[in-house]
DNA sequence: TCATCTAAATGAACGGCATTCATTTAGTGG
DNA sequence: CCACTAAATGAATGCCGTTCATTTAGATGA
């Protein structure tokens, strides 16, 4: 009994995790057997998350899918929060940002947020977390931040424009993946149609004469409007 | 029985109703005198989100604060999220959309912007439910696209273009109004920063060079961006 | 070898939460 | 005056995240 098997193991999983530790006494003694580390449980959690969704997401759902009580893993992770940290630090590294590396600074910024906005439109209940959480808990999540840094950077970007620019984007595309996940008839405004004219008929044309997505057309729109506007503080 | 749907009866109020005040209270059971009814329920709920933010906000508090049994407000309301909506939509009567009547457009649409991100930056646990949310469900918030959507109307905007401008413009918004709750040194890369020259170098920078809140020179940057790129898909 | 140290796992709590339901209450309309 | 019904009650339900005293079992050092 007792798990052994079920770890997750994680093979491709580099260890490059510093252990936080919630715990005092750091004098390192490197006794016991580990049934579970950070890297095991971010696993699981998005695995989980994919399984289930965030309603379905639980300590005790994600304990159980690790064979492990629920109170175990609180001596890796300090809270339910903890674990969604981790998780979205993970994703970033989901995050395309070669291209910044290859493409002129435009065409990078659009793989790049397009990218972005895919990723966590199917997370979105992250996004409350990673808005708001300082880039020293997430270092894949820095190292994202330094690869679009360097390319604004490169572009021209006077040094006090670049992290305003970057957080437009980001605010941009943070509001962007919101509105993937919202329901098709959003906009209908029912009963109210007739005191509601202009909007109604807006709505109707867009149903009408678009074949795409919303939700793209009006992300295409914006990003595009962003890159013109931000791209012309570069320096000449 | 069990009305899954959506609020209940309402037999004779016209909808609209702002009741503001408290009710008349008493100490016990109190049934048929109409105690409670919607608009009571979400002017408490915004005075208590007031007092004690969306962590104190519980159906239990609100109850409380209503002299009232928590169970009672399921006659009025059938979930938190209705409440929640209910707030959402009261708040939308704030957004400032009254440039759109005097002013070009341009303009009307930075003093939208602005208000609307300042009144939901207070209110962030919202987004994730007016992101998604159904505009029958709300009707200020529909009569506030009604007149952004006669202002782009007004403005020349090609008919299936005014939605996703205005979705956009949205999602900028929604993302800022986090932006403004982050914490001041969520871009301090602490140990890290030897390895992240550029960004760190980006972040200070900015510090040194801007006296304005971080969260509202990348607002504007932004906003103005948005303003240039998208007021060009006018007609001429 | 064995006593000891300690990280990690356990399971039983705990308090808080939204929500349900049978019951009671008191106005209203017939 | 009575029957009906909207509205309030409070106890109960089930789920949640989290805590804690206790146990388990490798590793360490004698």
Known sequence: MTAATSVPADPHSPADQHSPAANPRRRVGRPAAAVLD??????????LIGKSGYDGFTMAALAS???????????????????????????????????????????????????????????????PVIAVLPVT?????????EAVSAGFSRAGFPQERIIPAIVAFES????????????????????????????TSAVQRLAEDSHEKPADVAFSLG?????????????A
């Open 137 to 145: 808990d997430a270092p894949k999540t820095l190292a994202m931040y």
């Open 223 to 235: 990003l595009e409007a962003l890159l013109a506007g931000l791209g012309a503080l570069r320096a």
């Open 65 to 127: 899918t690790l064979n492990v009580a629920p109170s175990a893993l609180y001596n890796h992770v300090s809270s339910k929060r903890d674990v969604l940290v981790l998780v979205q630090d993970h994703l970033t590294s989901f995050v395309d940002v070669a291209a910044f590396e290859t493409e002129p600074w435009e065409q990078a910024v659009r793989d790049w947020a397009w990218s972005y906005r895919d990723v966590f439109s199917k997370h979105t209940p992250l996004i």
């Open 38 to 47: 950070q890297g095991g449980i971010t696993a699981a959690a998005l695995q």
């Open 172 to 199: 941009f595309i943070f509001g962007s993946a919101y509105d993937v996940t919202a329901p098709a008839d959003i906009f209908d405004s029912g009963t109210m149609a007739a005191s509601t004219p202009h909007f």
